[in-house]
């Protein structure tokens, strides 16, 4: 018998009083729940981790954010839920491939313009699809300090606008690599993905791009904002700045926005995982959630051979998801189904629900 099943089994021993306490004393257990939040209980309990099921027995794993659980479980825990989920993803992209024009030889061909999206690390042997506003920034710092690209180990340390600068992580859309390697790096590099879901991402990029006043928002208001009020306003005298554009006024632009239909692509900050990402092209060996982002992040630095004293900075709360119902009670029935239509494959790819999330206390 190997020593990590000798282990697993000593845990188990472990674990074994706990599971009858539960059987024999708890009232009401949530059973694991796969929709809005991933992996976790029924969205209602608002966390994203708290039971497992394990021979049928549901088990207390809190302890899972705080590092508590024996590394073993924690491991075997975190490859059950990637496999689901890599599961569930191959399903629906199969009736989805259908749906969309892009296949892994279009993807190879084409790959200048698709692949825009994907950073490669050769020394970890790893893609990323950078999705905005799904701790993009986060993992970035993360790749910087694992290739070796800083001599920092603590990533908040690392000035948000450094990992953007263009040529410090390298693009999969590099006009160097041959379509040859591009097929060598699909078939042997580890590939992942975060998500979140698709309505929290989109109030978001609204709140921090069109709402607030911030430098960033500032331009994005300008680049877009303008636009927006001229076209969707009826008055003639509209803000320069772009000020005051409604959430309205923003999803109709995005619904109209007359490239979407020919895939064209979209500002990062809203284009639909699907148009970036390609999951229906790209076997991710690896999806994250926001909704569990400790968890995720956790399994995938140890997947890719992480030091074992690097850890994803701690999870700010977001109260975002808290936003959503009120925005989309400002849009028409039609605007509403427009939108839902235009993230259609987001939210069937990654088993999203298309009502308002929960939420997320991570």
Not at 22 to 33: Q, R
Request: proline content about 5%; glycine content about 4%.
């Amino acid at each position: 018998m190997d020593r990590d099943r000798l282990v697993r089994l000593v845990v188990l021993g472990m674990l074994l009083p706990t599971l009858l306490y539960y059987v024999a004393t708890a009232s009401h257990k949530p059973e694991l729940h796969f929709g809005a939040y991933g992996y976790g209980p029924n969205p209602s309990v608002g966390i994203a981790i708290q039971k497992y099921t394990v021979c049928s027995f549901n088990v207390d794993f809190s302890a899972f954010r705080s590092g508590k659980l024996p590394k073993l479980v924690r491991a075997d825990l975190s490859r059950s839920l990637q496999a689901k989920r890599t599961q569930v993803v191959s399903s629906d992209t199969e009736n989805a491939k259908k749906l969309t024009p892009k296949s892994s030889s279009k993807l190879i061909k084409n790959n200048k313009g698709c692949l825009r999206d994907l950073d490669r690390e050769e020394q970890l042997r790893a893609i990323f699809c950078k999705v905005v506003d799904v701790a993009c920034t986060n993992w970035k710092r993360l790749l910087m300090i694992m290739s070796g690209r800083t001599n920092r180990t603590d990533p908040l340390t690392i000035p948000s606008h450094v990992p953007h600068i263009e040529g410090v992580l390298k693009r999969l859309s590099d006009k160097h690599i041959t379509s040859t390697g591009l097929r060598r790096i699909f078939k042997t590099y580890t590939k992942f993905i975060f998500v979140r879901h698709p309505l929290e991402r989109l109030t978001s990029a609204y709140r921090n791009k069109l709402v607030k006043n911030t430098s960033s928002a500032n331009e994005f208001k300008k680049r877009y904002g303008v636009s927006m009020l001229k076209k969707y306003r009826k008055s003639k005298h509209v803000s320069e700045k772009g000020n005051g554009v409604k959430f309205s006024e923003f999803v109709n632009y995005l619904v109209d926005y007359k490239g979407y239909n020919n895939r064209a692509p979209l500002n990062e900050h809203w284009a639909p995982y699907v148009d970036m990402c390609h999951p229906c092209a790209i076997n991710y060996d690896i999806i994250g959630k926001y909704e569990t982002l400790e968890e995720d992040a956790e399994y995938l630095l140890r997947k890719v051979g992480a030091n074992e004293d690097l850890h994803f900075p701690p999870v700010n709360p977001s109260n975002t998801a808290t936003f959503v119902p009120f925005y989309m009670s400002t849009l028409s029935k039609n605007l509403t189904h427009r939108l839902l239509d235009m993230y259609s494959l987001d939210f069937k790819i990654f088993d999203y629900e298309e009502d308002s999330p929960q939420q997320n206390g991570s």
